[in-house]
């Protein structure tokens, strides 16, 4: 079974799981009556549990009701390639919904909870309850987005703007939750994070001091602050280390012209030049967040 480290957590309704993904009210009485009488069940998976084994039968699809989920591709050698992070309201096994078998895996980063649907369910509950054909097709929509965000962050050269996409796009996320997108608390560990940049995780915590001493971000352990967003911004749109790169008209300014500005002072404009060439592990420091993270 995909779900044998989890627990049920109680049996709700699709009326429950409706309101999660925003369908509060139903307008068809009929269907309102309908989505009050079919039973979900919630199963809660702690802290560092498989929910969903690779090549487990695929046999239902999962919506996260609370905290956060790794998904993850592993190989035959143990490596675990890292796909999407997902968080409340966003389905999870979506990938398996045509298919025999789970193609990926997905791990709790934090104690969760989850509505569980078998797909044998998911015909009746969409006739009933036309509302909730809708939300799945949204749900799935929101899926696909999450692959185009990956393809996105693997589109930047340096690992610096990588991880500028990366802290965009779960910012919008947070936001999407009614939560802030100017500090959050980063549920993934840098190796997480590196596997799913496709860098090193030593690379990780030097692109986290970069953009932190460009006074883009403020990082204490895995709480991260933006500090200025349309900065950020501007420096995920382009695919060079530096911010004049990303200028407006995505011209290279000649390395001579090129001077700090206001948004990178002249230490971080020395720190980004300096990455831009590759340095031996064995002169590098600790950098910030080395020195913080857990």
Known sequence: MSTSNTTPAGRHTLADLLGLLGHDGLDDADAAQAAARMAVGLRRVPAGHPLIHMGAPADALYFVHTGTFKIFRSDEDGYEQVLAFAGRREVLAFDALCVDVHPTAATALEDSTVFVIHKTELPA??????????????????????????????????????????????????????????????????????????????????????????????????????????????????????????????????????????????????????????????KMGPSLVERTAP
């Open 125 to 282: 509950f969409s006739q009933a309850v036309p509302a909730f054909g809708r939300a799945l097709q949204r749900a799935g929509s929101l899926a696909l987005t999450r692959t185009n965000e990956l393809v996105d962050v693997m589109a930047a050269v340096a690992s610096e703007v990588r991880l500028a996409r990366f802290l965009l796009q779960h910012s919008r996320q947070m936001a999407a939750n009614g939560q802030s997108p100017r500090r959050f608390l980063l549920r993934m560990g840098r190796r997480d994070i590196a596997s799913m940049l496709g860098v090193a995780h030593e690379t990780v915590s030097r692109s986290f001091t970069t953009l932190a001493l460009a006074r883009m971000i403020h990082v204490n352990d895995r709480d991260v602050e933006i500090l200025d967003m349309d900065a950020l911004r501007a420096y995920s749109r382009s695919t060079r280390k530096t911010l004049d790169d990303a200028g407006p008209q995505g011209a290279r300014r000649p390395a001579a012209s090129r001077r700090p500005s206001s948004r990178c002072p002249a230490a971080a404009w020395a720190l980004i030049e300096l990455n831009a060439a590759p340095v031996p592990e064995h």
